[in-house]
């Protein structure tokens, strides 16, 4: 089945989980993704970026989890924040745990004057280009605490389906294909170190960036994310 298959029509996407996804996936990405993070060394008192957090698909696990104030999600498209908790994870949850949120499109992090340990961006340079991946890759490089790990994943190709990697655009829902080695030479440019995570995925692949390569997970932690959670 081709990804165009599995894409629901347009004017699904109106729908807050379908927005960010395949609807009937929404909680299986939402246990694999914070599987990971746990995984990596995620516990409750680090300060974790959600980038591209739409619907809250991982912020209704993160946000109770965290402690007060922890958890920080950029999302352009309010509403969707908004159904997340209308729908997903409760109001009473946000006044008890003081999420915060920022709407910008610029491919900022840096309206919240924190640092975070751990930055997640699922499916998010799956859809944009080498220009705003490079713009997001060094703000999320510029906002890490010490040690701090930045977690994204990729749609890797030949660069020759959807839009080509040299686009300046947003292209959602179209997809931008990546070489592995424009995704290390971009997070170098950014001040990042790389390494390739084996964590599974049904169509992206998993990437750990850090400002030292200290930093990164060591191999037998990496091995051991081959196990993985169900298949999606």
């Known amino acids: 089945m ?3 298959q599995r894409r629901p029509p347009r004017e699904a996407y109106q729908h807050h989980r379908a927005f960010v996804g395949q609807p009937g996936r929404y909680d299986v990405a939402a246990a694999s993704q914070f599987s990971l993070l746990f995984l990596l060394g995620l516990r409750e008192h680090h300060r974790v ?11 209704r696990l993160l946000i109770p989890y965290l402690l007060p ?12 924040v908004e159904a997340g908790f209308a729908e997903e994870l409760g109001h009473d949850a946000r006044a008890l745990k003081r999420p915060r949120f920022d709407d910008n499109a ?3 992090v840096d309206g919240f004057g924190e640092r975070f340990d751990f930055i ?3 499916s998010v340079f799956s859809h944009a280009g080498a220009g705003p991946t490079a713009r ?16 994204a994943n990729w749609l890797l190709g030949h660069e020759t389906r959807g839009a080509p990697a040299e686009t300046a655009d947003w292209v959602y829902p179209e997809c931008v ?3 592995p080695d424009r995704i290390v030479r971009l997070a170098d440019e950014a001040g990042l170190k790389t390494a390739a995570c084996p964590w599974p995925h049904p169509e992206l ?16 932690r990496m091995r051991a994310l081959q196990i993985g959670p169900p298949t999606w």
């Open 120 to 122: 997640i961006a699922q």
């Open 205 to 220: 692949h998993w990437f750990v960036m850090a400002r030292d390569a200290a930093d990164l997970p060591g191999r037998d």
């Open 69 to 80: 104030e922890r958890y920080f999600g950029v999302e352009p498209e309010t509403r969707l």
């Open 49 to 59: 970026l959600d980038f591209g957090c739409g619907s809250l698909r991982l912020g």
């Open 2 to 4: 081709s990804q165009d």
């Open 177 to 179: 294909e990546f070489l």
């Open 136 to 151: 997001g890759l060094k703000a999320f490089a510029d906002s890490l605490a010490p040690g701090g790990l930045i977690v």
């Open 106 to 108: 610029d491919w900022r």
